[in-house]
């Protein structure tokens, strides 16, 4: 389910250990970004957004895509690729792998998909939950400040579940053999 | 590379001889993957005995190596193939051969 060339900016992400280094990265960079947008946002509030705002707003919409899943490019490979009929490959676009055009998942791969999935969904829906039951109880004592951060929280919240399958998969996905 | 059936089932619970017939051919795995429509990486996940294929995968392999399914794919652990043909032969000769003077 890892990119089909195995590499992402040039480094290989054959093993587990590159892939979770890059997680990490992404992970971090949407963060950080995260937290200058909401920064620059607050500071701005009168008079719109300010230009660093809105340059880590752009980043932090770009950073799930390094994780892939959804365009080709990423590292890992689109969940639904529709093939091209093949007059379509031959006249238009040349053959899949001149263009690094993502193969389909096969049937193991699918399956993977659709369990990672569901894991996902449970543990945002966890994750959620507990996220709600925690601001519940702190809503009549003297964490108020924890209240006031209770956007910055789902905002984190919503830039995990973006990337989470992918995640799980670039996380738990064993090293990848060589193909002999 | 060790082509020795699987001593262990893995995940999937099903012993299989796809590294074995894949090596006696002299086929690469992403030749296999190739043939079959699948990432090379499941034909690994096969061979460890980490996923368990499909019915149309499973019968799509035992058509590309000319064997029966139940030859490729076992829920016990599979004897290497010389042995098991070998045994067969000994068996069958043996009472023939003891009615020779």
Redesign the interface.
Known sequence: ??SVDEKFFGISIAQRRTRRAFVIGVGCATVLCGWVFLHEAASHRDRGLGLLALLALQLILQLPRFLGGFRSGGMVRPFLVVKPAPEQVQSLFGSHKEFGQD?P?????TGERDRIHFLAYRIALKFALMMFLILFVLSDTSFQWMIRLAPVFFFALTMILLGLPQTIILWTEPD??P?? | MNNAPPKSPGESGLYNRIAVLRAERGI???QLADAM??????I??LERGD?S??L??ALSLAEYFGLPVEAIFSKQPLQPLSQQIYGRAVERRTPEEGKKP
Do not use: C, H, W
Request: charged share 30%; proline share 4%; net charge negative.
């Open positions: 389910m890892i193969a998942l096969d049937e193991r791969e990848m053999e193909e002999g | 690469s795995r992403q429509e699948v990432n090379y990486q499941t690994g996940f996923y294929p499909s149309k995968l």
